[in-house]
């Protein structure tokens, strides 16, 4: 039996395949999706073994990924609920559909991880909550686990309730920073610096100030302080930021997306 079974291989699935094949062996993952020129592409791009229904991928491995979007998994699942046996673990992406929601879905008792991930798996860097049921899992499932999610990149075990948080701090985040270094890069292209130079002054400048805040264990406060000289230039960047509403912009960006997480946004 295979041990990885992704279902959908979107940008996140993707993202994630490309982190595990870091750590396990390519003969222990298969895939599957509803397109067949992405089952094409991806197979040929990572060698990874793709079958073609989501019958045979879930019934051909212990830990199944459902790596499609929300408004698919009624679908997916009515497809695949003949095939979970008890054995088996769901690895769920879906931001806003519970544990106990998926269990209905099945409509019998069966183990599931949530969790949130970010793109930034891609390039091994990503940060991504998980929630389970400890009790339900041996310590070899608890340490695959930890394997699955350490491949691409941090992750953190958290209560369940706030994995709409995580979706909001890190699982949508990634772009708004887009955002910020392309804006960014715009300001210095408006005073004639290169394309090109730019998004890589400003690209840089957002890796290295998260370095800052990791490795330092600073409050980000601080750090910002550390800047602003008394007069100087950064304190009046900054006073115009606060002037534009910048803090509040990305607090009213993450009200919006949690209550999205939520169902309450249409």
């Known amino acids: 039996m295979n041990t990885f079974g992704f279902i959908g291989m979107g940008n996140m699935g993707h993202a994630m395949l490309n982190g595990v094949m870091r750590r396990f062996d390519s003969s222990q993952i ?6 067949e020129m992405v089952r094409v592409k991806v197979s040929e791009e990572t060698g990874i073994k793709c079958l073609p229904t989501n019958i045979e991928v879930a019934n051909s491995v212990k830990y199944i990924i459902l790596a499609v979007k929300p408004q698919y998994y009624d679908a997916v699942i009515n497809n695949i609920r ?12 879906a931001p806003g559909i519970t544990i106990a929601d998926i269990e209905s879905k099945f409509d019998r008792d069966v183990r599931v991880v949530r969790c949130m991930p970010n793109t930034p798996a891609m390039i091994g860097e990503g940060m991504t909550g998980v929630s389970y049921e400890n009790n339900r899992y041996n310590l070899e499932e608890t340490d695959v686990i930890a394997q699955f999610f350490g491949s691409f990149g941090k992750f953190r075990i958290v209560e369940e309730r706030l994995l709409n948080t995580v979706t909001c701090v890190s699982g949508s985040s990634p772009a708004y920073v887009y955002m910020f270094i392309e804006a960014l890069a715009d300001s210095a292209v408006k005073y004639g610096m290169s394309r090109a130079d730019a998004i890589e002054f400003a690209a840089m400048t957002v890796k290295g100030a998260a370095d800052m805040v990791l490795n ?7 750090l910002k302080d550390r800047v602003c000289s008394p007069g100087g230039t950064t304190i ?3 006073a115009a930021l606060e002037e534009k509403g910048f803090r509040n912009a990305i607090i009213s ?7 999205k997480c939520n169902g309450v946004a249409k």
């Open 30 to 35: 298969i895939f599957t999706d509803a397109s």
């Open 82 to 93: 003949n095939v979970v046996t008890e054995d088996k673990i769901i690895i769920s992406l």
């Open 216 to 222: 330092t264990k600073e409050h980000p406060a601080v």
């Open 236 to 238: 009046a960047g900054v």
């Open 253 to 259: 960006a993450t009200d919006k997306c949690y209550e």
